[in-house]
């Protein structure tokens, strides 16, 4: 069997094109969607992704704001910069790149973002209004999976789905919106026993563990729907995902592929998620 190839670049065009014609509308009311992005050191991969994030909003009509800190800024200092932008009424949305350097409390910093300018959808106030199914911000990784999976066709409910990885800000609320989709949910992580196994029986299988190649073709029933959210670099330095992309291609019905998969969806569901902040702080 050869996998359908989900192409993450078809869909993520089609959203952006979605919050692009929404920021017209916007702009057409005197109000210009605007997301202040702050970045704190020289990271490589967090530049790329900051750079990535304002392209988009270049192409969606989304006025982008960057912020550059060098990284021995005191905690202090980017929360100030937090409050200034919370209190900025021009701008609608604030991301902090992460990871922060090691000086700084990832937690206090992102408490310190105003709940409805939290468009990385990561502050407790709107990760919980999430886990509720309530209107607001989508997680945006999860929320590209999702929509990876639906526009390529796939119903989730009464699936039996299965995602390796548990953390906050990817694992979890994959399964959450899997299960809020009707999906039937197993969460596997590093401690679990037979997971090949558990894999095997997936409908839809989602990996998040950040291993190269992980994901074998042993480890995959014959069509199911692999979505692949790693990002790795194999031993020659190539990006790649946690999917054996070829082998898994010859039993899966479907793949994501890496790069070219979920990493431009993150990208596309944060531009919705600054467009909805702007519609919320305009009372819309
Ligand atoms: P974390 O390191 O926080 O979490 C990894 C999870 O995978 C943990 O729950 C861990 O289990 C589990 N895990 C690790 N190894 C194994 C294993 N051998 N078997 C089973 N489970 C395992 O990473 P993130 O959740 O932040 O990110 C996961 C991956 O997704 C990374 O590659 C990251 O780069 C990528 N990513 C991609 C994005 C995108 O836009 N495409 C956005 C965000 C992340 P345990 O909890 O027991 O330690």
Redesign the pocket.
């Known amino acids: 069997m050869k996998a359908h190839r989900i192409d993450g670049k078809a869909i993520s065009d089609q959203i952006k094109a979605e919050a692009a014609w929404e920021a017209q509308k916007l702009q057409r009311q005197g109000i210009v969607p605007c997301l202040a992005v702050i970045l704190v050191g020289e990271d490589p991969a967090s530049k790329v992704y900051v750079n990535n994030k304002k392209k988009a909003c270049e192409a969606v009509g989304i006025l982008s704001r960057s912020y550059v800190l060098p990284a021995d800024t005191e905690e202090k200092e980017l929360l100030d910069l937090v409050a200034q932008l919370n209190a900025d009424e021009g701008v609608h949305g604030i991301l902090v790149q992460l990871p922060l350097p090691p000086h700084m409390d990832e937690n206090q910093v992102i408490l310190a973002i105003d709940p409805k300018k939290d468009v990385d959808c990561f502050h407790p106030w709107n990760v919980g209004l999430a886990q509720m199914g309530q209107q607001g911000f989508v997680p945006?990784?999860p929320a590209?999976v999702m929509e990876l999976i639906t526009r390529s066709g796939y119903a989730v409910e009464g699936k039996r789905c299965v995602v390796?990885?548990?953390?906050?800000?990817?694992?979890k609320p994959i399964a959450m919106l899997l299960l809020q989709a009707n999906g039937t949910v197993t969460i596997?992580?590093?401690?679990?026993r037979d997971?090949a196994e558990i894999c095997c029986q997936a409908d839809i299988l989602v990996s998040?563990?950040?291993?190269v190649h992980?994901v074998t073709a042993d480890m995959v029933k014959p069509g199911a729907v692999v979505i692949d959210?790693?990002?790795?670099r194999d031993e020659n330095g190539k990006l790649c995902?946690?999917v054996d992309f070829d082998a898994v291609c010859e039993v899966a019905g479907a793949v994501s592929p890496?790069p070219g998969?979920?990493?431009l969806?993150?990208?596309a569901m944060l531009m919705k998620n600054c467009i909805t902040a702007a519609k919320l702080q305009n009372g819309q």
């Open positions: 945006c990784t590209g390796i990885g548990r953390s906050h800000n990817v694992g596997c992580h590093s401690k679990t997971l998040a563990a950040g291993r992980m959210v790693g990002i790795n995902g946690d890496v998969g979920v990493g969806m993150t990208v």
